[in-house]
């Protein structure tokens, strides 16, 4: 009997024509199968549902994922402090009556009776009067200006020098950090009550500015040094260092690198200074080497209503308390505003 040549299973069902099994029927809708150019891949995704129409022209949502900013999660923490809503109300109000402080005080401060010296409120006039007759509403109205506007003019000017000299040592270091550091310490061992009881003892001119200048000069140490270390421990990020490889400048890096992710802290330290600076200012008028009269300031109406604090304690005790309103109010937002911009505190 010949020998029959071995052919696979597969082969002889194809081969074959009434094999048993229906071996033909399954090879040939196997083939058509995948030879059939309708048939669905399995990696085509699905349909997309028909979009409604109220969705058309909408903007897509925003990712739940999407990165945020150390700004933008700062500005959501501070919508939701009470702290910062309070506070920035009573600033916002500050400022308010700073800029047109006729619109809740019709009397002029200047304007005094002696003979109504240390009554107290009448209608017209809920604070009462002081020792000279004035009206003391008035003059605590008129007050803020003086003082909103040596705490904001003094705050800038401290912010400005400070952060330039202390971003430029830090960068650089060297000479220039060394001789920076020397500089800071020796403004550090000045007293600053004492300070300015010798330099604006010999000033003339009755005006903010001889105080804002005192202030700027004693207070930009302080802010120098928070912008050295800030610059100092943001140039060791790796964004840095691979600006510098790619060849840019050092003015670049500085601006564009360095300095959005290193003013943070010199925000808060500014913020919280400004409130220091308005009791600073006080503190002086009321010394009798800040502004003096006629200028209209919380502190000089503080220590012209001293004296009488028996007889007519209103005049004191409204100037003083909104002196402590203000600086707590600024104090407040500071905090409000390192809380918001501290990773660690998150």
């Not at 501070?78 to 809503?85: D, G």
């Not at 200047?110 to 007759?133: I, M, V």
């Not at 950090?177 to 600053?192: G, K, Y």
Request: charged share 10%; with cysteine.
């Amino acid at each position: 009997m010949p020998e029959q040549p071995f052919q696979p299973e597969g082969a002889g069902a194809v081969a074959g024509s009434g094999g048993t099994g229906g071996a033909l029927p399954w090879a040939t809708s196997e083939a058509e199968t995948l030879e059939s150019p309708l048939s669905p891949h399995p990696a085509t995704p699905e349909a997309a549902p028909p979009e409604s129409p109220g969705a058309k022209g909408r903007p897509a949502a925003a990712s739940p994922d999407r990165p945020r900013s150390l700004w933008s999660d700062a500005w959501r923490d501070l919508r939701r402090n009470p702290v910062f809503i309070l506070s920035t109300l009573i600033i916002v109000f500050l400022v308010v009556i700073s800029l047109w402080p006729s619109a809740i005080a019709s009397g002029s401060p200047l304007k005094c009776d002696l003979a109504k010296a240390q009554q107290g409120s009448a209608p017209g006039h809920p604070f009462g009067y002081d020792g000279q007759g004035c009206d003391v509403y008035t003059r605590t109205v008129y007050g803020a200006r003086t003082s909103v506007a040596v705490g904001v003019c003094a705050t800038l000017g401290v912010a400005v020098l400070g952060s330039v000299l202390g971003a430029l040592a830090g960068f650089f270091g060297g000479l220039w950090d060394s001789l920076l550091s020397r500089v800071t310490d020796v403004f550090f061992a000045i007293p600053v009550i004492l300070g300015g009881l010798v330099l604006l003892s010999v000033v003339t001119a009755n005006s903010i500015w001889p105080v804002i200048g005192f202030i700027v000069l004693l207070g930009w140490p302080q802010i120098s040094r928070i912008a050295r270390g800030a610059v100092i421990t943001a140039q060791q990020n790796d964004y840095v260092q691979a600006a510098r490889a790619l060849g840019a400048s050092n003015s670049r890096i500085l601006l564009r690198h360095i300095a959005p992710n290193a003013v943070a802290p010199v925000i808060v330290v500014a913020t919280i200074a400004l409130g220091t600076y308005i009791a600073l200012e006080a503190t002086l008028s009321y010394l009798g080497v800040g502004l003096k009269p006629p200028s209209v300031s919380w502190g000089i109406d503080i220590s012209a209503a001293s004296p009488y604090i028996r007889n007519a304690p209103h005049a004191l005790l409204w100037p003083s308390g909104a002196l402590a309103v203000t600086v707590l109010a600024f104090i407040m937002l500071g905090d409000a505003v390192r809380d918001a911009l501290d990773p660690k505190l998150r």
